[in-house]
């Protein structure tokens, strides 16, 4: 059967009833199938993250055997978002399993696995899981190339995360104490985010403090240490003991200076439980301008995010 | 031509002996029209089961024929495959004014029959058939590697491409050379 010799039309509605994942296999096959599935299936790839700025393939691969490829709904770091923000809506790709009985014999990847709610299940021997992942990323780059982003999502920071074209870390972890010791020093993180307060501060060399976007749990003595040391562009700090505002001024003033923070795009520090939050003390710590209410306020453009 | 009527004896429903109680109108007497595939064997099949062809539909009603004309005339389709074509008239006769189920088991399992009648029903615009036959054709590659499934599909490589595009460069010029030097001979 020569796929070729079909007319266009009967090609599409081929396709229309391929899973994503199959349609990505079959454009690995040729320069020619590409071309083919990228102009009848745009449709398809345009309305898979319709309202999104930057569209991303997730892996997210727990401390089991099993892992997920998806392409997430919502944005990474949303606004106000003070919780564990797993993402909740996503369309998934894959599924990926490592297993001891993996049927594979000279195979790297076993693609009959069979379906997990709709969509394919591939599996490798656990000897080969770095290999085959990288195969499947192949795949997803070879199709998708850099218009999209590839978030690799580390719950455990023992695993070992594999190093691949374009590939950004996401660490969403319990607790952040010991991490330096044991994380990989490279890459650079896109997201980090922890559950159990911080209590034990990066060294002020970390390269952690160069994450794109943080969302912490901290006390006193590591938010102090976050604010001063934190190069990224998003930061939402959650501290839930007494907090000492001094921190936060000259973080503030260092931040207003241009001395500092000069990627700094949006922060929001929260004080948890009954801590009371020093507005005024801060506001006039900081210089904020009192406006007349009758006047015309200054307009000022905050970049995108 | 050999002619037979096997449409309607073998998969068309039996047509009732008396027309139900209830029924106020006369029954309208089922019209039929005549098809053959390369083979040249004629299939009766009744204008019910023709209308899943937009086709075929759209030859009736252009045409006008009577009975007796369209059994002098059956619709040519020397494209198609006698055996094709057979399973063409099976399907459309056994869902003959009926809705049409969300899938279909009794297509064929082999490949190059898959092909053959994929190629019919998009000729002859079975629009319900044809989406029955891709998802049907897409299930083969389901849990396939690529490599099985460019055997599957029988895809060429890159380089094979690149070859076939170098060739069909190869013979275009060619052929306008020919074109050129016929054209130069005819001034003269």
Not at chain 1, 153 to 176: C, F, G, M, W
Request: aromatic letters at 8%; proline letters at 6%; a negative charge.
């Amino acid at each position: 059967m020569k796929l070729s010799k079909f007319p266009s039309l009967v090609q599409k509605e081929i396709f229309d009833n391929l899973k994503t994942w199959d349609l990505i296999l079959l454009s690995s096959v040729s320069k020619n199938m590409k071309k083919v599935i990228k102009s009848s299936q745009t449709k398809r790839f345009k309305s898979i993250v319709p309202n999104q700025q930057v569209k991303r393939i997730v892996y997210d691969y727990g401390e089991s055997h099993e892992g997920l490829v998806y392409i997430p709904i919502e944005p990474h770091f949303r606004h106000k978002s003070r919780w564990w923000s797993k993402e909740t809506e996503e369309m998934s790709i894959l599924k990926m399993v490592d297993r001891q009985d993996c049927n594979v014999a000279e195979k790297l990847i076993d693609y009959e696995s069979g379906y997990h709610d709709n969509y394919p299940v591939v599996s490798f021997l656990p000897m080969n899981k770095e290999s085959a992942i990288e195969s499947i990323h192949n795949c997803l780059f070879n199709f998708f190339g850099d218009s999209v982003e590839y978030h690799w999502v580390a719950r455990d920071h023992k695993l070992v995360i594999p190093t691949l074209q374009n590939l950004s870390v996401y660490l969403r972890i319990e607790s952040l104490d010991n991490v330096c010791d044991t994380f990989p020093s490279s890459p650079v993180l896109k997201l980090m985010e922890n559950i159990y307060d911080m209590t034990n501060p990066f060294s002020p060399e970390s390269n952690f403090y160069q994450t794109e976007s943080i969302v912490l749990n901290l006390n006193n003595e590591t938010l102090l240490k976050v604010l001063r040391y934190f190069q990224g562009r998003q930061a939402i700090l959650t501290c839930s003991g007494s907090f000492e505002i001094g921190g936060l001024i000259e973080f503030v003033n260092r931040w207003k200076s241009g001395e500092a923070l000069r990627k700094l795009e949006y922060l929001e520090v929260v004080l948890r439980f009954k801590n009371r939050f020093p507005k005024t003390e801060i506001l006039d710590a900081i210089g904020v301008k009192r406006l007349d209410e009758t006047k015309q306020p200054p307009s000022h453009t905050v970049p995108r995010m | 031509m050999s002619s037979t009527e096997q449409g309607t004896s073998s998969a068309a429903p039996a047509e009732p002996t008396t027309a139900p109680e209830s029924a106020a109108a006369p029954e309208v007497p089922e019209s039929f029209y005549y098809v053959h595939g390369k083979d040249k064997v004629v299939h009766k099949v009744s204008a019910g089961a023709l209308q899943h062809s937009a086709l075929i539909h759209g030859m009736i009603s252009n045409l006008g024929y009577t009975e007796e004309q369209a059994k002098a005339n059956p619709f040519p389709f020397e494209n198609i495959d006698g055996d094709i074509l057979q399973m063409v008239v099976d399907w459309c006769n056994q869902h003959k004014g009926k809705p049409t189920p969300p899938e279909d088991t009794n297509l064929p399992k082999q490949k190059e029959k898959l092909f053959d009648l994929v190629l019919a029903v998009n000729y002859l615009e079975i629009k319900e058939l044809l989406t029955y036959c891709c998802k049907q054709v897409a299930m083969m590659v389901k849990g396939k590697s690529p490599e099985e499934i460019r055997e599957i599909w029988m895809i060429p490589t890159d380089a094979e491409d690149e070859a076939a595009e170098k060739e069909a460069k190869k013979r275009a010029g060619k052929e306008a050379a020919g074109e050129t030097a016929a054209a130069a001979g005819d001034a003269k």
